[in-house]
């Protein structure tokens, strides 16, 4: 093939193509001549580089569609601003969607952790299942105790945390079953009941509260957390309204799976509040004044910022041009 003819007579269109592709303010007649022009010149390319791989004509061609490529599709967005978006809107508006499911599940908690532990507590059978009077004793006066100051500092916090964030991954990522997070749930509760048992038995129930409030008020409320965002995903495909099982599925675990990522967080902070806080001999007000202060950062991050998120639209999902093309329902 002569290119020279060959770029004599499509010049023009590729001029053109190139004009289109520049202009700051385009017509909807001109971007769907610029489509036109795209994809001509795109095959108009692949001939010149079937001919010679590589060629002035060729390179400035493929410039050409470069730049009318990017006018249809997009420059990539900025990484720094889309880490702020998200923790700005995306993960609050998300954590705020769970906000009941949250509060019920604390609610349900703390019932079961109640019930077990007056049940075991008012019977000495139900007690001795759980060991011999001397281990039920070391338990109580020195393990619980002991279990918070027997590590390194650094060691403690990063074991508590992977452990706990990764009991939050399972039930964010596994509530899509509907059993894992009330296995989850209730398995958490019975061992709260459990514990505030023998502590009671013992005389020891006020240091079961003292030792556990520090951390456990973040801890327990971002397990909550997690248990809610795997509920939700769990009942998107259950009852989808309009939209398919599969669409539904995909929105909410897209925006749900992201609440994860928040919880590695508040885990983290939970962790070193129970690695630093709790061993420290400080005025015991103070050392929960602390946790408490870290559980009132994290409630007005969900329902103060991502109520205002929400209020703006936004449901903790990926913007539009990143979520890709939907299917419109009726309904």
Excluded at 55 to 83: C, E, I, K, Q, Y
Excluded at 277 to 295: D, E, N, S
Excluded at 296 to 323: K, N, P
């Amino acid at each position: 093939m002569d290119l020279e003819a060959y770029g004599a007579v499509h010049r023009e269109q590729w001029d053109e193509l190139d004009r289109l592709a520049r202009r700051r303010r385009a017509s909807g007649e001109d971007i769907d001549r610029l489509l036109t022009l795209y994809q001509s010149g795109a095959t108009d390319l692949a001939r010149v580089r079937g001919t010679v791989a590589r060629s002035g004509m060729g390179d400035r061609l493929s410039l050409t569609l470069f730049r009318a490529r990017l006018r249809f599709t997009g420059t990539p967005g900025n990484a720094l601003l889309g880490v702020a978006t998200f923790f700005a809107v995306q993960l609050p508006a998300a954590l705020y969607r769970i906000r009941w499911v949250t509060l019920v599940l604390a609610a349900a908690t703390g019932a079961i952790a109640v019930v077990t532990g007056l049940w075991i507590a008012s019977d000495p059978r139900a007690i001795s299942t759980f060991g011999s009077s001397a281990a039920l004793h070391r338990y109580a006066t020195q393990d619980f105790v002991d279990y918070y100051s027997d590590h390194s500092l650094a060691s403690f916090t990063g074991k508590v945390w992977t452990n706990n964030a990764f009991l939050a991954a399972e039930m964010v990522g596994f509530g899509v079953t509907g059993l894992f997070v009330p296995y989850a749930i209730m398995n958490n509760a019975v061992s709260l009941g459990v514990s505030g048992a023998i502590m009671h038995w013992q005389g020891r129930l006020g240091d079961f509260f003292l030792y556990i409030a520090p951390h456990g008020q973040l801890e327990l409320y971002s397990v909550f957390m997690a248990g809610a965002a795997g509920l939700m995903i769990f009942w998107s495909w259950m009852a989808p309204g309009g939209r398919t099982r599969g669409q539904a599925l995909a929105e909410s675990g897209r925006a749900l799976v992201a609440v994860a990522i928040g919880l590695v967080l508040t885990l983290l902070l939970s962790g070193i509040i129970e690695g630093t806080v709790t061993r420290q001999p400080w005025p015991w007000p103070v050392k929960i004044g602390i946790g408490t202060v870290a559980l009132a950062v994290v409630l007005y991050y969900q329902w103060v910022v991502g109520g205002r998120a929400a209020r703006a639209g936004e449901r903790g999902d990926v913007d539009e041009f990143d979520r890709g093309a939907t299917v419109l329902v009726a309904g």
